[in-house]
Nanobody, 121 residues
Framework: QVQLVESGGNSVQSGGSLRLSCVAS????????LAWFRQAPGKKREGVAS???????SYADSVKGRFTISRDNAKNTLYLQMNSLEPEDTAMYYC???????????????WGQGTQVTVSS
């Protein structure tokens, strides 16, 4: 049974940092493409960052230079380091996994339940 469990969400002030984690189980983690998405109230879900099986990364323009995605295949864990947080980053953050390199398209097969990030000004 595939499981993706996010953690690390919190309430922070503008300019602060958070690190999100996503622990995976139930599939061959190292062979899957992984991504972080977010959804703010009343808005569509959007891709934030993705990482392929070789560690190559891609980012949404809105987070480039502030967020860093990484994966630890030995721990079956995906990370999102978020720096210089802004109120516009407030959203529920989800990790996702798929066997296809979908980059930031939200067609991923497996999804976590999400972790809330709130940034106050």
């Amino acid at each position: 049974q595939v499981q993706l469990v996010e953690s690390g969400g919190n309430s922070v002030q503008s300019g602060g940092s958070l690190r999100l984690s996503c622990v995976a189980s139930g599939f061959t983690y190292s062979s899957y493409y992984l991504a972080w998405f977010r959804q703010a109230p009343g808005k569509k879900r959007e891709g934030v960052a993705s990482v392929d099986t070789f560690g190559h990364t891609s980012y949404a323009d809105s987070v480039k230079g502030r967020f860093t995605i990484s994966r630890d295949n030995a721990k079956n864990t995906l990370y999102l380091q978020m720096n210089s947080l802004e109120p516009e980053d407030t959203a529920m953050y989800y990790c996702a996994a798929d066997q296809t390199n979908l980059l930031l398209l939200d067609w991923y097969k497996y999804w976590g339940q999400g972790t809330q990030v709130t940034v106050s000004s």
